[in-house]
């Protein structure tokens, strides 16, 4: 892939936004460590460079900074926030603490007409998150725009075509935000390329092709969104070269194996191979209360598993998995390396046991970008649009032990809860969502007796990422009509709660 523009990451949090912008315009762009940036310049040959927003001060010790080489590829440059503050000591200006910190929309006035204001409105609303400020121009530079708050909100070199600005046009706050991002790639830098993903989908197949020649590929399908594409892209390049495996681990939810085998061999013709593994998957978890220990004990049945059947492919050669771009960044970004909350199992995420070498078409792209591509390739729309569903499945959505007749009676539940999203046609319009059994026993009152049965809890969030997610606000009609159907139609449940709960502090799943 012809990278045209390249970002270099100094830690913003809003990195990621830069490059699904260029994209969202049709410029291909990736992102790179800042500590990488003159090498991966040297190697990509992109046809120009953005320093991303940080949260360090440049005037720190141990700011980040970049290799001065690279201002003189004779690339033109975009500096965003801390980008620009770099920009500026580099070049011999002045950035000084501000008196007061700017977070929040600005109104952007433009002093002269510059190829990157080009079609913006004059002035514009822009988001400002900073509290340093460039106090003295650098050499070579002048202003093209201000804010009430920041009299150089927008800086040009015309000679070196270095651009540095206050605010982010990356975050939607920023109204014309994309207009400028793109000008920077198509009127600065001369980006001509339109990079979709039917483009995208022929440059991959060619690419399988050429690397697996005659061999075969394993790929460990779960019938979710990302292994389902990264599954339908191989098929389409190398065919029954394809080995597609998917694990009934028993924890899975109602119908979801007939459904997944369904999708495969009638809609998309890939002959699957279904492992029956409920077994074991279930006499390990028996008398497991603990969360970690409960995905511990799944991870490593997964590989168990992949293991066992992996050897009766001698000539499987690769193993292909659905990684996608935010896991990439994740495991390179310069910021520190996070806490461990939970151990999100990822079957392909495991090399010890790998003799195989690695398949990851979908590593640089994001996931709604891999729903465009999934539509692409001919998936059906309600795989491709099918919520998130963790490989550890129901046994993290039953508090405590897991057994056959919780399992049960939860799949019953969470078929209701779907069913119900999906009449009221509220199923697209959340992120995920799914029932919890509690384990909690409370009294009711049913046809004049007393019961004395488990709660289930309903989990409906929306999110773009699944970092950070809010909880639903669903119609009460809905909610009493999933309520009262689950408590009419499943044995054994007598309760029904919404959880109101918001990531951070909860997290999407219950264990
Ligand atoms: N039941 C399963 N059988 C085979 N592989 C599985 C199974 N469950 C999970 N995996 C593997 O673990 C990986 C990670 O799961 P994850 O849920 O993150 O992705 P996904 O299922 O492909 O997509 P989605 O995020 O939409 O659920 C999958 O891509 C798949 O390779
Ligand atoms: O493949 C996965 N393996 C896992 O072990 C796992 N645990 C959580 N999830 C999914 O990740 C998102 C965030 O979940 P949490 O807020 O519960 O951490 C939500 O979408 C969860 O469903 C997992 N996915
Ligand atoms: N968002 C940013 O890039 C912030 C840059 C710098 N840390 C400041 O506060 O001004
Ligand atoms: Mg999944």
Redesign the pocket.
Known sequence: MQVEILILDFGSQYTQLIARRLREEGVYSEIVPYYDGLKAATQKKPKGIIFSGGPASVYDKDAYRVDKKIYELGLPILGICYGMQLITVDFGGEVVRADHHEYGKAELFIDEPHKIFKDVSNPTIVWMSHSDRVEKLPNGFKRIAHTSNAPYAAIVNEEKEIYAIQFHPEVAHSVEGSKILRNFAREVCGVTSKWDMAHFAKEQIKKIKEQVGNDKVICALSGGVDSSVTAALLHEAIGDQLIPIFVDTGLLRKNEREEVEHAFKNVLHVPLITVDARDKFLSRLKGVTDPEEK?KIIGHTFIEVFEEEAKKHKDAKYLAQGTLYPDVIESVSVKGPSKT??????VGGLPEWMKFELIEPLRELFKDEVRKLGLELGLPEDLVYRH?????GLA?RIMGEVNEKDLEILREADYILIQELKAWGLYNKVW?AFAVLLNVRSVGVMGDNRTYDNAVAIRCVSSTD?MT?TFSHLPHEFLEKVATRIINEVNGINRVVYDISS?PPA???WE
Request: charged letters at 20%; glycine letters at 10%.
């Open positions: 995905r909350i939970k151990s999100h199992h990822n998130p569903f963790p490989g550890p993290i995920q699944g997610a990531k997290t999407i799943e």
